[in-house]
């Protein structure tokens, strides 16, 4: 996925050319609300639901005597609940301050990111956002 690109070098490309022409200052703004191509993250209730789903096929495979592939469906189970438990780094959600001390906006304190209350995963580190 070669035409991929970073949001945050994206902004940081623009902002260089705005000083020099300074017509930009929309195109920031478009390019902060665009969607992120970062998939949303799994919650616990996520993996429980699936896990629950192929046990029950792996469960009607062994009813019908289908061994093999209840096996190679238990491997499939053990390799997603180990994914499934791979939590990722955790952060902190910090409130970022202007220059004249008001508060503006929250950012992780690990990569400076802004992000949002409702975020629960940094779209900039991608570690897992806890309150400060």
């Excluded at 469960?59 to 180990?82: G, H, P, S, V």
């Excluded at 955790?90 to 802004?114: F, H």
Aim: proline share 5%; hydrophobic share 30%; net charge negative.
């Amino acid at each position: 996925m070669s035409g991929l690109i970073s949001r945050k070098e994206a902004i940081k490309a623009v902002k260089f050319y705005e000083t020099f022409y300074d017509p930009y200052p929309r195109v920031i703004e478009a390019l902060e609300d665009l969607p992120s191509v970062q998939p949303d993250r799994l919650t616990d209730d996520d993996f429980e639901t699936i896990r629950i789903h192929l046990n029950s096929y792996k469960e009607k495979l062994c009813n019908q005597k289908r061994w093999k592939e209840a096996e190679e469906y238990q491997r499939i189970i053990d390799r997603f609940m180990a994914f499934a438990s791979a939590q990722p780094e955790t952060a902190k959600r910090i409130v970022g301050k202007s220059r004249d001390g008001m508060t503006l906006w929250y950012q992780c304190d690990m990569c400076n990111e802004p992000v949002d209350v409702q975020d629960n995963y940094c779209r900039g580190c991608g570690r897992r956002l806890i309150d400060e």
